[in-house]
């Protein structure tokens, strides 16, 4: 746990020196300390890597385990016996089936949902940086201030409003709001401002084509690959959200993975049931995987919008 | 013809905007107004509740009634205090590692950049499941291990659930930021870099005096987005609070909107509070950004 104290820790020590670097003394003060040779910084890394696998390390083992194993044995070691292919099967058979119907759900809410609101996000945030029209700062701050409400602090709003409209407990309640992403209209104004050349446009008008023809045609494909990162930002917030969906639904058959992992894992702690336990553990592991195997196949999209805000 | 470019400008405009605006109207603004205006009512019920509900006018009311009540208070205090050690941690931590990424002494670096980013694609809830699994007594390998050593820790203890809960959140979100960071920290110069050799500086130095001041606005951002999150605070504790009575069912402010809202179907507290935090993490975040503009402006 401490672990991730560690690494900074040991290279931050001998930081006070003297204050200005003093002109023209070439060469004096380059005496680098054991840990800022290439083994030493390496091994800080190693650290920290560490700890961030060690979690997943046990997720990965557990999955493997019988029940009795999973409790009775050492959780950074394999159990007594392999019991992956019955936990799968059980996973997938419990309940009538349930899990895949969530992760059905997921895709739907997350995948669906990020995919419009992208879409919804690109075009905003090209007519913010592309055109010209009255009142384009007042509204781009509503945008701003959009990014400031925490998500959160809207749930119970937005409990109170399905309620009155008759959408608590159904599949819009938790879809509908995922599709509004006021960070992507703000990434995606920077994007477009970096993506495409206003000679591009200019060019286009000259050429008599249409402004929303230029926009569908030449500039979204120029804005293509933020189009990616904004998708998958807002993907991975829908799919970690989890006190909307938490206030939103009862109906077990509409629940996304994470709120239907969170039951299975609170009625095993709660009822005394460790055959739910295991369920919880071994439906963990089948989510997070596709994630990671996303997460390492886009790497290049997701580095660059998240850096996007971070250069600007 | 000037003319007829801008009519077709913002009529375009008006187009573009039109599904995100409307949307956000739907989601987010009728939605914190009819929060509002739903705490200015306390619901009476009568009887047994079958009597139906009866919303009387409270003004203020709702407001004062969360503001004074220490439950909700405390909630704060609880998130102030989790700041305190997540932020400084998490920040810190993923300076340090895109400095030691970005000092050029670092082997097999990708590796490293991806293996550290990992937890980033794992869900909180699911993250928080882990954790809270490795903080069990009896059941985790890390208790027994610390044991053994000859310490005996308990996480899920009233005095440890800040640290345990802000621990749970280093994990999540370091390797982001540091993904952030060194992106931010390969775009300074490289002349920039190369004269502080020629004055001398070595690779602590450089880090230090020549590289941080330069990502300034990136780390800003992040403690920006950061506070933002700590705010929300709600899936981790929720899951620690399953696990362990030494946490309440109001421990973070978010957790107390939802006992207020589902435990004592007090919708109108509910609301008020839903909006207090929501204000307050606007006014936070509008100062840090303040506090941070004003600082990068020498």
Known sequence: ??????????????????VPPPRGRRRAARRPSALLSKTGVTALLALATFYTLLPLTWLLLSSTKSRQDLFGTNGFALGDEIHLTQNLQYLFSAQDGVYLRWVLNTVLYAGVGALLAAVFSVAAGYAFDKLAF?????????????????????????????????????????????LVFPFGVYLARVFSAAYVPDEVLEAARMDGAGEFRTFRRIAFPMIAPGFVTIFLFQFTQIWNSFFLPLVMLSDQDLYPVNLGLYVWYSSALS????????????????????????????????????????VK | MASTSTRGQRRAAALL???????????????????????????????????????????????????ADPAFRDGFLVVAAYCAIYIPLMIGGALALALLLDSGLAKARSFFQLALFLPHAVPGLIAALIWVYLYTPGLSPV?????????????????????????IAVWEWTGYNMVIFYAALQAVPRETLDAAKVDGAGALRTALSVKLPMIRPAVALAVLFTVIGSIQL????????????????????NMYVQTAAFQDNDFGLAAAASLLIALFAAVLSFAVTRISRRGSKP
């Open chain 1, 1 to 18: 746990m401490t672990t991730s104290v560690r690494p900074p820790a040991p290279a931050r020590v001998p930081a006070p020196g003297p």
């Open chain 1, 134 to 178: 009255p009142g384009k700062e007042r509204l781009f701050s509503l945008v701003l201030l959009g990014v400031m409400v925490p998500a959160t602090a809207l749930a119970i709003p937005l409990y109170l409003l399905a309620a009155k409209v008759g959408l608590v407990n159904t599949f819009w309640g938790v879809f509908l709001p995922g």
């Open chain 1, 271 to 310: 009822q005394g049931r460790p055959e739910d336990y295991l369920l919880a553990v071994v439906g963990s592991l089948v989510s997070v995987a596709p994630l990671i195997a996303v997460f390492l196949m886009l790497q290049r999209f997701w580095k660059s919008g998240m850096t996007a805000g971070a």
């Open chain 2, 17 to 67: 905007l039109s599904p995100f605006f409307g949307l956000f109207t739907a989601v987010t603004l009728v939605p914190l107004l009819y929060a509002a205006w739903l705490s200015l009512f306390t619901t009476r019920t009568s009887g047994l509740g079958f009597g139906g509900a009866e919303n009387a006018f409270a003004g203020w009311d709702n407001y004062v009634r969360a503001l």
């Open chain 2, 143 to 167: 208790i027994d291990l610390l044991e053994s050593g000859g310490l005996a820790v308990s996480f899920l203890s009233a005095d440890n659930a800040v640290f345990s809960t802000a621990n």
């Open chain 2, 234 to 253: 709600f899936t981790e504790p929720k899951v620690i609070y399953s696990a362990s009575t030494a946490i309440g069912s109001s421990w973070t402010p």
